[in-house]
């Protein structure tokens, strides 16, 4: 499926998908990181994850993609078309005050993050705090449509890391530790409490950011810990479930 993938695009390259280099911040003629790219969609548009026996471990159930080139083809120019459309390959070098359109800390105050280096499998890891995450709060300061945007900038920038770390390694001819072109995410939702948080806009902005990393960042998702979960969790991991595919999930207590 992935030769005929490859086929396809290589084929359609001068028309319906002209400058798809460019569009995923691939090194001109680097054969390599092409086909990473098509892997990606190739697998994303495959097979069913399912929990494994005896583990508090589990991977989430999902409608499998029939596993053709035809469809993973239309995964990946949906992708691409998304992506034009919205400049996601610029946003690796765009600035977080020019996404949200003001300083970065007003935003930090309700939506917190950091990245925190490499683990020892070599995934990315990021932390991602919704203590305070009151969406109703915060549109007063920052629109939605600037928060999620914001996401996308977070997602491709960290894909950006991940890449050039691969690139690294490559250079030096595989030696040094292993690097996994993917992330594994602490999701902290302590003290998160239907009053507070649960409303129109805060599911808002959490199904579309789920289903921004299921349509278009496939196969980045390592590992996320959903950490400190209390009861209405169940609730708000409901609606994103859908759309949180392509990883492990592990609920941890801290």
Not at 21 to 36: L, M, Q, S, T
Not at 105 to 127: F, I, M, N
Not at 222 to 235: C, D, E, Q, R
Request: proline share 5%; net charge positive; aromatic share 10%.
């Amino acid at each position: 499926d992935l030769i005929n993938l490859k086929t396809r695009v290589l084929e359609d390259a001068g028309t319906s998908m002209p400058d798809f280099e460019k569009v995923y911040c691939i090194p001109e003629g680097d054969d390599w990181e092409f086909e990473n790219v098509l892997g990606r969609f190739s697998r994303a548009s495959g097979a069913t994850r399912t929990a494994r026996p005896g583990s508090r471990r589990a991977r989430p159930r999902r409608r499998a993609r029939r596993g053709d080139a035809k469809t993973a083809y239309g995964f990946l120019k949906a992708d691409y078309d998304w992506r034009v459309e919205h400049g996601v390959a610029a946003l690796r070098t765009t600035s977080p005050a020019e996404v949200l359109g003001c300083d970065p800390r007003v935003l930090s105050q309700y939506y917190e993050r950091r990245l925190l280096g490499v683990d020892a499998h070599g995934r990315l890891c990021l932390y991602q705090g919704y203590k305070n995450m009151l969406a109703r709060e915060l549109k007063k300061h920052v629109p939605l449509e600037k928060v999620t945007r914001f996401h996308i900038w977070e997602q491709e920038r960290a894909a950006a890391i991940i890449d050039e770390l691969v690139r690294t390694r490559r250079r030096r001819g595989g030696r040094g530790p292993p690097i996994q072109p993917k992330m594994a995410v602490m999701l902290d939702v302590s003290d998160m409490t239907i009053s507070r948080h649960v409303n129109s806009d805060f599911l808002y902005v959490v199904k579309t950011l789920a289903n921004y990393d299921q349509n278009h960042f496939p196969e980045r998702m390592g590992t996320t810990f959903i950490m400190n979960a209390p009861s209405v969790f169940g609730m708000v991991w409901r609606i994103a479930k859908p759309g949180a595919g392509n990883g492990w999930f592990e609920v941890a207590s801290t």
